[in-house]
């Protein structure tokens, strides 16, 4: 098996738009910002693992409608598409959260009005610490190269909460 460097800011503007992040007031809010518009998502958030073994929402978009904050506020590793990524140490990706039968997505998602989502770990090395997911309107099947994309975001910004 190759080894594959990590993706650098010269090969992807994005990531470099990140290290500058982590040095801003809130440097959560402005990865997400980031993240959301490189992408051309409608919805993003990010999840960090507290001492209590909760994944904590950090930041997110506006105009999440307050019951949807409230649901995704705390979330158990385990359950639903971040709590799954960061069991998974992998990507949890819906093409269509009103339609998935996988199981991966909780009815409270299905709330929300959004379709293809996508969510990866926050790795810290090998160890997850938290969740970094995006989401659209309409249905999104994600290409390869954007989930690495958002895997190495991931770990950028999993730099932040060390």
Not at 89 to 114: E, M
Request: net charge neutral; charged share 20%; with cysteine.
């Amino acid at each position: 098996m190759s080894y594959d460097p990590p993706m650098s800011a010269k090969t992807n503007p994005l990531l470099g738009e990140l290290d500058a992040a982590a040095r801003e007031r809130d440097p959560y809010g402005a990865a997400l910002t980031r993240i959301v518009a490189h992408f051309a998502a409608e919805s993003g958030t990010i999840h960090v693992l507290s001492p209590a073994g909760l994944l904590e929402l950090v930041a997110h978009t506006p105009g999440m409608p307050p019951p949807v904050l409230e649901l995704i506020r705390r979330i158990p590793i385990g359950k639903g598409m971040a709590g799954l990524a960061v069991e998974r140490r992998a990507p949890v990706t819906a093409c269509n959260l009103q339609t998935d039968t996988s199981g991966d997505v909780r009815p409270g998602a299905k709330t929300i009005g959004l379709k293809g989502s996508l969510v990866v770990p926050l790795l810290a090395g090998p160890e997850p610490v938290g969740a970094l997911g995006i989401a659209n309107r309409e249905e999104r099947t994600f290409a390869e190269a954007e989930i690495e994309l958002l895997l190495e975001a991931g770990r950028r910004v999993a730099r932040f909460a060390g």
